[in-house]
């Protein structure tokens, strides 16, 4: 059975791909530097984006692994334009996955980048891998194996989030292990 953590990236100043993690951001990623010292990790992949590389990095350090960076686990980009409603833009995206607004990217392109990783993780000689990435993509993932998760819980999603993903008997299935 082979085990893929995902892991939503701890609390961040902002959403540029350089926004530092926030005080308590930083206790957090130690607080998963902690929470994943009693799993067998062979693999650490992340989004380049700075706020997910700052978080795994003191269980990366600990385990002495290199953060090896995949762009396709950089957040997805809603839109290129400043909508005041972009929480109202962003639920229709859950519901229409082909929605596009401009200069973004819809759930079906996101969806497909990141199942993209999932895969080849999974058909790698890699049996525990964590991935870390963010909130929007790590929702879409989940969705891709769980037609339930929606934007309700894309909401309820925690700064860190770790799900778990295994595969076995070709069929993968989802757990929450952080909250």
């Known amino acids: 059975m082979k085990k893929i953590y995902v892991v939503r990236h701890c609390k961040a100043e902002g959403q540029s791909p350089e926004a530092q993690l926030t005080d308590r951001g930083l206790k957090q990623a130690l607080d998963l530097r902690e929470f994943f010292s009693e799993f067998k990790i062979d693999r650490i992949i992340s989004s380049p984006y700075k706020r997910a590389i700052t978080?795994?990095?003191?269980?990366?350090?600990?385990?002495?692994?290199?953060?090896?960076?995949?762009?396709?686990?950089?957040?997805?980009?809603?839109?290129?334009?400043?909508?005041?409603?972009?929480?109202?833009?962003?639920?229709?995206?859950?519901?229409?996955?082909?929605?596009?607004?401009?200069?973004?990217?819809?759930?079906?392109?996101?969806t497909k980048r990141i199942v993209e990783v999932v895969e080849s993780t999974f058909n790698s000689n890699h049996e525990n891998t964590i991935i870390v990435t963010h909130g929007n993509l790590m929702s879409l993932l989940l969705k891709r194996f769980n037609k339930d998760f929606g934007f309700d819980n894309w909401k309820n999603l925690s700064n860190p989030d770790v799900y778990l993903l295994k595969y076995e008997n070709n069929k993968v299935t989802s757990e929450r292990l952080w909250k």
């Open 55 to 110: 978080s795994i990095h003191p269980l990366a350090k600990k385990l002495n692994m290199e953060i090896e960076i995949d762009t396709r686990l950089a957040e997805r980009i809603l839109s290129t334009q400043n909508y005041p409603d972009w929480f109202e833009k962003l639920k229709a995206t859950f519901d229409d996955f082909g929605l596009k607004f401009e200069g973004g990217e819809s759930s079906l392109d996101a």
